[in-house]
Every structure is written in structure tokens, then in C-alpha cells.
């Protein structure tokens, strides 16, 4: 079980703040920008703070997609050869 720390806490409410004004407005939601690029969250929340992220954000808002967003991946595909999302996060739609 993850502990609860500020910045995850902090986190939900900004995230359900804004899910839940969106929510079913959009068809897709990039949950954590340039993650494979920046590791600010999983630097200090660890590496299992990525799919926390997920699991949150398809509890707000069930029906939406999610999905990585990064920067050059898919140009140059130097920093993953994954091409199925459930690969890298077993919570996330593909």
C-alpha cells in the first residue's frame, strides 16, 4: 500500500478539481506530461507514482482515454520500443 504524501495529496485534489470540471468533456487525457523525458514525480514520489497517476485519473473520469504524451517518442523512438501502453501501465486504456 502507497502511502498518502503531501505532494500526492496535493495532487488528487488538483486532479479531481479538474477532471471533474472537464469530466466528459474530452476523449482522451495526457496524465503526466514528458514523463519518459522528466522524472520530477516518480524523482521524489518513486517510480510506482506513474501508474498511481493513472489509477487516479480512471477513477475520476472512467470513460476517457489516457495516455503518454512525449516528446520525440515516437520520431526517433530512442527512449522506449514500447508500442502497447498496457505494457508500461496495466491500469491505462490502450
Excluded at 67 to 80: A, C, I, K, R, W
Aim: aromatic share 10%.
Amino acid at each position: 500500500m502507497m502511502v498518502m504524501t503531501m505532494m500526492m495529496t496535493t495532487m488528487i485534489m488538483i486532479t479531481m478539481m479538474i477532471m471533474t470540471f472537464f469530466c466528459s468533456s474530452f476523449m482522451q487525457w495526457d496524465v503526466n506530461n514528458e514523463m519518459l523525458h522528466g522524472s520530477y514525480f516518480a524523482d521524489r514520489e518513486g517510480l510506482s507514482i506513474r501508474d498511481w497517476m493513472y489509477s487516479v485519473a480512471g477513477k475520476i473520469d472512467p470513460d476517457v482515454d489516457l495516455f503518454v504524451n512525449d516528446f520525440d517518442v515516437v520520431e526517433n523512438g530512442q527512449l522506449t520500443q514500447v508500442k502497447n501502453l498496457s505494457l508500461v501501465c496495466p491500469v491505462c486504456k490502450t
